[in-house]
């Protein structure tokens, strides 16, 4: 597609509920980010897969945060258990890889944990 | 951890009259990038610039890099309403982490006013 599509927009789960948010990268996009955005604040880096390979995963906050790509193209960041502090939106970005001219994000997923 | 800090963290200001805003980081870097986000949307980027560049400018955006002192500046002139957003800014670093994994600012929030 023309851009980053993420899903869904808003997703509000009850403390303790699983949560699967969706990134739909740019085609042919070889790098792909998963940043957590806090209200008020900027966003923070979580994971980063290149093709279907998870190359960096040291920004994940627990264990309780899962990120597959298993065919390269499409990813899935799953949240077990919820909790309070994870509401914030998630963003995903790709790029073409060493790209130089910066990244293509989605709108984001606002997750709230009630 | 954020690379980054943003000053101001909030710019008010008249629609024609010039915005200014600054961001100093840590670490060594291979560049760094500005982003503008809108409520509730995702990141759209800005500009680059390389370590080895000190200026560079896109439209009414101009972005300086003194790499002695950490910090970079972003102006954007003759602001219209429309530039009402978050700015933040995104290090990439030297040596290059994994996928060129960028760090975040806290973020300018510029109001301009009508």
């Known amino acids: 597609g023309a851009g980053v599509s993420q899903s869904p927009r808003y997703k509000v789960a009850k403390r303790g509920q699983d949560v699967a948010l969706r990134c739909d990268p740019i085609?042919?996009?070889?790098?792909l980010f998963w940043y957590q955005q806090a209200l008020g604040q900027g966003p923070e880096f979580l994971t980063y897969?290149?093709?279907?390979?998870?190359?960096?995963k040291s920004g994940l906050p627990s264990d309780r945060f899962f990120a597959e790509r298993p065919e390269g193209s499409v990813s899935t960041l799953k949240i077990q258990r919820t909790q309070q502090e994870d509401s914030a939106v998630y963003l995903c970005a790709s790029s073409l890889g060493w790209d130089r001219n910066g990244y293509t994000f989605g709108s984001g997923t606002r997750l709230t944990v009630v | 951890s954020q690379q980054g800090e943003e000053d101001p963290q909030a710019l008010s200001i008249q629609e024609g009259e010039n915005a200014t805003m600054n961001c100093s980081y840590k670490t060594s870097i291979n560049n760094l990038q500005w982003y503008r986000q809108n409520s509730g949307r995702g990141l759209v980027h800005l500009i680059l610039?390389?370590?080895?560049?000190r200026e560079k400018h896109s439209g009414r955006l101009r972005v300086t890099l003194d790499t002695s002192k950490k910090s970079s500046s972003l102006l954007i002139t003759a602001s219209r309403a429309a530039d009402t957003a978050s700015y933040f800014c995104a290090t990439d670093p030297s040596p290059r982490a994994a996928g060129n994994k960028l760090t975040f600012g806290g973020g300018t929030r510029v109001l301009v006013k009508p």
């Open positions: 897969f290149q093709n279907e390979a998870q190359l960096d």
């Open positions: 085609s042919g996009h070889v790098s």
């Open positions: 610039i390389r370590s080895n560049e």
